[in-house]
């Protein structure tokens, strides 16, 4: 049982750049405090735009200062003119002092077993000496085996996995990927790790109002490159696809990111302007209602859009980068495979007859739903179940990962 009259859950994203960790752990909140009405979870992140987010009542967060990763694999500070282990001795001091006040009775870490360079590891170990159960969240596909090894054993991630989790969740279908596949993990980490299914998300109860749309109107096809940091080749190639086919079926949205670099958006700005059916905008906090009006979706297959082509049965064009992880051409090689979405490589060249081609079909290739198999958007109910099994002792009905895909991929 927790401790308090309430249960309380902590969860750590670090957040570096992108949308992606916050978005995931927002929605894991939501479900936890919709799931338990007794129950209050703060997050704890690193990311820049968390206050342009709306958060349920019992859902709250802590920024720690930001810090972003270079091209050459370093890190520096977003906003503070300070040294970048300063920075980080800041955020590992905020996160543990944190947990001391918060006291929770579960702690949940996405994606880093140990931190952002390390800045975890000091909590977990104060929160299991007094027996919080610590659980590590993964999503379905974290990198290619072989680079992902390297980088585990260089930050220590498998002795954490065996000595410091309890619990092991990964939002994610094994017949996807198993994201721990080829990295050599014991038998022991294997019992503890639970697939749970994709992180399902639906439209807001009261949705909000947004800016009206100038010059297209739904149904169009959503553009998103996620927080847009790295989506500028994506976005050129579907504008130059416009450029050349004014008689394409339908309008697009394009949804820029607030990471996009700015002149990148005042050029593809000054671009749609010259469209009369193509619209941008920079940033919406509230993708899902964008996505719900959309007749499909073109995206770059970060784990959240994912989540969204099949939770709204959207037929989906993925064009993932291959750099500086190989996360999202897994996951969308696999899932066209499956039937779920279909996917265009840039080959370099981004050719527009390509991308009108498959532009002009996208709205009429099959939805995921024909190829979805039971159980793959169970993810919400299933982190309910496991959470609930760890705080009060109940039953929950999920098994660990020793499906035959996870052992295929293992041998």
């Keep these: 049982m927790g401790r308090h009259k309430d249960t309380r859950v902590l969860i750590y994203s670090h957040d570096t750049f992108g949308l992606g960790h916050l978005r995931r752990c927002r929605a894991i909140a939501h479900s936890l405090v919709g799931y338990d009405q007794n129950m209050s979870v703060l997050i704890l992140s690193g990311s820049p735009i968390i206050g342009n987010f709306d958060f349920r009542a019992r859902v709250d967060f802590v920024r720690v200062p930001g810090v972003i990763k270079l091209r050459n694999g370093d890190y520096t500070s977003l906003a503070l003119h300070i040294d970048v282990e300063e920075t980080l001795a800041i955020r590992a001091s905020i996160v543990q002092h944190t947990a001391e006040a918060f006291s929770p009775d579960l702690f949940i870490v996405d994606k880093e077993p140990l931190g952002l360079r390390g800045e975890v590891e000091g909590t977990l170990e104060l929160l299991k000496s007094k027996g919080t159960p610590l659980v590590l969240g993964l999503r379905d596909v974290l990198d290619d085996p072989a680079a992902l090894r390297a980088e585990w054993t260089r930050k220590r991630a498998l002795p954490a996995l065996q000595d410091l989790y309890d619990e092991i969740w990964v939002y994610g279908d094994p017949e996807i990927c198993d994201p721990l596949a080829g990295l050599g993990v014991s038998q022991a980490i294997r019992d503890k790790t639970y697939f749970t299914g994709y992180l399902r998300r639906e439209l807001p109860v ?10 297209i109107e739904a149904p169009y096809l959503l553009v998103t490159p996620g ?38 958006q005042a050029e593809f700005q000054a671009r749609a302007n010259m469209l009369p059916n193509v619209e941008v905008i920079t940033f919406d906090a509230h ?45 969308a090689s696999r899932a066209q495979e499956l039937g779920l979405v279909r996917m265009l490589i840039n080959d370099g ?32 109910q299933t982190v309910n179940q496991l959470a609930d099994r760890l705080l009060h002792g109940r039953t929950a009905n999920v098994r660990p990962s020793h499906g035959p895909r996870a052992e295929r991929q293992q041998a």
Excluded at 206 to 215: F, I, Q, S, V, Y
Excluded at 236 to 247: F, M
Excluded at 290 to 313: H, K, P, R, W
């Design 287 to 331: 993708m899902e209602s964008l996505i719900d009006q959309a007749i499909g979706i073109v995206a770059m297959g970060g784990y959240n859009t994912f989540c969204e082509i099949l939770s709204f049965d959207k037929p989906g064009l993925i064009v993932p980068r291959t750099v500086p992880r190989k996360e999202q051409y897994i996951r």
């Design 349 to 380: 060249v981004r050719n527009p007859c390509d991308m009108s081609t498959a532009l002009r079909f996208l709205a009429s290739q099959p939805r995921p739903s024909a190829a979805m198999r039971p159980g793959m958007m169970d993810g919400v």
């Design 206 to 215: 009261d949705p909000p109002m947004h800016t009206p749309l100038n010059k």
């Design 227 to 264: 927080g847009g940091g790295d989506g500028q080749e994506m976005v050129d190639w579907v504008l130059s696809a416009y450029e050349i086919d004014p008689d394409l079926p339908h309008p697009a949205l394009l949804v820029l990111g607030p990471f996009m670099a700015s002149e990148n």
